[in-house]
């Protein structure tokens, strides 16, 4: 069992910076696969940032790419998402997810087996 609690959420202008993270209870964490997603408002869960479980492979979308740093500590069980050059399409409701080691898609949001309650990133024009 991993449980998940996102921080770092807030309002911020466009331009802006803002680094999320989630920390993970559970000794084998740095077993599991991790993940971001976001939903804004009236919209799906989409994909933005995965790391795997050593933090050896990286993946971004697109409309994040080069604005968005994904990163972990497992001796610290928390994984990061640093978000500069935000901008107002960026504002959704971020959530942490993770799933163990193993062939997964992690694009895919159904590949994951564990959430957190998600954090508020709010930006500003």
Known sequence: QVQLVES????VQAGGSLRLSCAASGRTFSTYNAGWFRQGPG???DFVSAITWRGDSTYYADS?????????????????????????????VYYCAAVARGSWSLYTASSYRYWGQGTQVTVSS
Not at 8 to 11: F, T, V
Not at 67 to 91: F, G
């Open 64 to 92: 994040v790419k080069g604005r968005v740093t994904i990163s972990r500590d497992n001796a610290k069980n928390t994984v990061y998402l640093q978000m500069n050059s935000l901008k107002p399409e960026d504002t959704a």
């Open 8 to 11: 770092g959420g807030g309002l």
């Open 43 to 45: 919209k799906e869960r």
